[in-house]
């Protein structure tokens, strides 16, 4: 049982119709879905208004809902389900979830950054239920309306919770940790990502730092001691810093870094690890669930358990190997200039491929600063990359910049998806390594399938 009929009278005492259940077992934002007993909650967005779908909700098991006092309610359906009147029902959805989270009250970590909240989400998820009974958001369930369903999927038994939390702009975040109310923050880096939105890196930082607002006073706030942004806070939780540079005020210094293929091996205060991530900037975001875990007294066993069965999301550095015996590296999920740049530098280290190349689309939400931001994707691009494609807008930066700094590489731009493919094929080989990266909207997932097929 998620809540009684009588306790949801309680916290909502506006509210009519009826319906034989006495209890709710589950939270439904889509009529779609397929919940048996469920609490129907009808968003209002810019261009639907879920209350259209009252019916469906109730054909497929909602025996309740929260309901905007303005809309009329189908007088034939108060027999079928409880309705809850509410002004606003995604306040009523934060409410509920800010409610239930205090009443399971398990240790929560909330987690924000411009790259890599998702992956260390799923480290830390993976080094806490080593131990602890835990939950955690689920793909990009980290807005709004995202966070609040997280809490409210949490079993009654949850000991420790996970939660992811993004943005767009001020004051998001600042919502999102009063909700959650997190023992642990972690920011895992300062990005570019939102500029177009935020002003400046600045901006962003401020922005993630709204982190802080909802962190319990006996609390501790883990960040990216490789941050310049991140100095000099002075607050009255605990502060963790994790980084490469001892110079950088890092209380974790990370050390001995070796990239593999399928798996990264890095010293932390002592002790070396190893992780199934590739990438100096994994065995960052492993550190900081590292530290996060002795915080909660998991054992250096139990940590090494955990990092051995971490379940990361797809197309995060996905590798696939074509009929060629090419291997192509899906890393398509999201991407900022700071991101691409990472993903490049891991490309660079495989020794083991004759040729490196390298395949990227538009990063978005650059703003004025668009062109800017992919030519310095562009410089980074060094040998020993072989070769440059590109497909977008302004990811034509990127290849003009190779073009202009690095003769010894062949770089071209194209305008669609057949041309890249055609051009693509003439390398398909086992000695040959190709990393696909690109923000989420340019789908670069059904390109790398028509690549691969």
């Known amino acids: ?51 259209d779908f009252i019916e469906g909700a109730i054909e497929n098991g909602a025996i309740a809902t929260l309901w905007e006092e303005k809309y009329p309610v189908p007088a034939h359906l108060k027999d079928e389900c409880y309705f809850y009147y509410v002004e606003d029902t995604l306040v009523a959805l934060q409410m509920l979830a800010k409610y239930y989270r205090d009443n399971v009250n398990p240790i929560v970590i909330g987690i924000t950054g411009s790259n890599g909240k998702t992956t260390t989400k799923d480290i830390i998820a993976s080094l806490l239920e080593t131990t602890y009974k835990t939950h955690k958001t689920a793909g990009n369930f980290n807005n709004d309306i995202g966070l609040p369903l997280t809490i409210l999927s949490m079993p009654n038994d949850t000991e420790a919770l996970v939660l992811e939390m993004g943005m767009n702009d001020f004051n998001e975040i600042d919502l999102l940790t009063r909700l959650a109310s997190p023992d642990y923050a972690i920011i895992t880096n300062i990005g570019e990502s939102h500029i177009e939105f935020l002003g400046s890196k600045a901006g962003i930082a401020q922005a993630k730092l709204e982190i802080v607002n909802g962190l319990k006073e006996t609390g501790s706030l883990v960040i990216d001691g490789d941050e310049p942004l991140l100095h000099a806070l002075e607050l009255k939780q ?44 994994h065995a960052k975001n492993a550190t900081f669930a590292i530290v996060l875990a002795k915080k909660l007294g998991i054992t250096e066993k139990k940590i090494r358990e955990g990092l051995q069965t971490i379940q990361y999301s797809q197309m995060r550095f996905e590798k696939m190997m074509d009929k060629s015996g090419a291997i192509l590296i899906n890393d398509a ?87 890249l493919i055609d051009h693509l094929q003439q390398y398909m080989s086992e000695n040959t390594i190709i990393l696909f990266k690109a923000s989420r909207g340019m789908s670069f997932e059904k390109l790398i399938d028509k690549v691969i097929t």
């Not at 919940?35 to 967005?45: A, R």
């Open 238 to 281: 605990e502060i963790i810093s994790c980084g490469f540079s001892e110079t950088n005020q890092t209380s974790s210094t990370i050390t001995n870094v070796e990239i593999n293929l399928d798996s990264t091996v890095f010293t932390v205060d002592g002790q070396t690890y190893h992780i199934p991530l590739t990438g100096a900037h």
């Open 333 to 419: 999920y999201n991407a900022s200039p700071t991101s691409v740049i990472a993903a490049i530098d891991v490309i660079k280290t495989m020794k083991q491929y004759e040729r490196k190349i390298v395949v990227l689309g538009d990063v978005f939400e650059l703003g004025d600063r668009a062109r800017e931001f992919h030519e310095q994707i562009g410089e980074s691009i060094t040998k020993p990359i072989d070769v440059v494609y590109t497909l977008g807008h302004n990811a034509k930066y990127i290849s003009d910049t190779v073009k202009r700094s690095n003769q010894h590489i062949i770089s071209e731009h194209f305008e669609n998806e057949t041309s």
């Open 1 to 51: 049982m998620l809540f009684s009929i009588d306790l949801l009278k309680k916290l909502f005492p506006h509210y009519d119709g009826a319906n034989k259940c006495t209890q709710v077992d589950a939270i439904m934002v889509d009529s779609r879905e397929q919940l048996e007993g469920s609490l129907f909650i009808p968003i209002v967005g810019d261009r639907f208004n879920a209350h």
